[in-house]
């Protein structure tokens, strides 16, 4: 591999938005690590590889230190450098304040503020190290704006965004970026299962009329990706839903 061959790592890279990035930074010629809890798909892979590019995978849950730490480990042992880290696990679990109990709270924070913490700080020292490196975190317009039913969720992506900002701020003298994207309403299995009745009262709010796709929150990854004079800010992408 030479030095113009870029090193993207991917959490919760399997699906979603996650493999959209995945395949959105393979067409763009980087050497790819993704991470997942499940195995990746036989036509992911094929299609990863149907870009020419190297990949390897971590299976693991980013609540577990050893699991940061092996993704980082293993995308210096197979490529030797690390250009960017896509932060996109997590996970929600939607409840009302007065019905959720503080496990339900900790488990959206712990992996969605804490996992994203975890891996972040192994891969940080490391770009530090390298002086350049570029990090971009999943937030979403609830961790800006908070939503009915979803306290965890929004505190947890809200905590993302005031991680990425400080990020920016510690790495931006050796070179090091830290952004985050805000995705409102994507066409994944989450919104899927919504009723079409919802959907539509949903769709009814956003000026553009449609949810995004995984696709055009990838295309804002690479964008952040490679824009080399952007660093602390939050990409909304949500259609106009918020203004």
């Given at each position: ?17 996650g ?33 020419g ?33 896509v932060n ?15 496990a339900?709270f900790e ?16 891969a ?17 317009v ?21 991680l ?10 050796r ?11 994507i ?10 009745s ?15 796709t ?13 824009n080399?004079y952007?660093?602390?800010?939050v990409?909304t ?7």
């Amino acid at each position: 591999m030479t030095n113009d061959q870029k090193v993207a790592v991917i959490t919760g890279g399997s699906r979603g938005i996650g493999r959209a990035i995945a395949l959105r930074f393979a067409q763009a010629g980087y050497q790819l690590v993704l991470n997942a809890r499940s195995a990746l798909s036989p036509d992911l892979m094929a299609a990863i590889e149907d870009y020419g590019v190297q990949y390897a995978f971590v299976q693991g849950d980013i609540t577990d230190p050893e699991t940061a730490t092996q993704i980082v480990t293993t995308t210096f042992e197979r490529f030797g450098q690390l250009d960017v880290l896509v932060n996109n696990a997590g996970i929600t679990n939607d409840k009302l304040v007065m019905a959720m109990s503080v496990a339900d709270f900790e488990a959206v924070i712990d992996v969605n503020l804490v996992g994203t913490f975890r891996v972040t700080q192994v891969a940080f020292k490391k770009m530090l190290r390298q002086r350049s490196g570029c990090i971009i975190n999943l937030s979403s317009v609830i961790g800006q704006h908070g939503n009915v039913g979803q306290a965890n969720y929004a505190a947890s992506k809200a905590g993302v965004i005031g991680l990425t900002q400080s990020l920016a701020k510690e790495g931006a003298l050796r070179g090091v970026r830290c952004n985050a994207i805000a995705p409102g309403m994507i066409t994944t299995e989450m919104t899927a299962a919504l009723k079409p009745s919802m959907q539509e009262a949903i769709q009814a709010q956003i000026p553009l009329q449609r949810f995004g796709t995984p696709e055009e929150i990838a295309d804002a990854a690479l964008f952040l990706a490679e824009n080399t004079y952007v660093t602390g800010q939050v990409l909304t992408v949500d259609g106009g839903m918020t203004i």
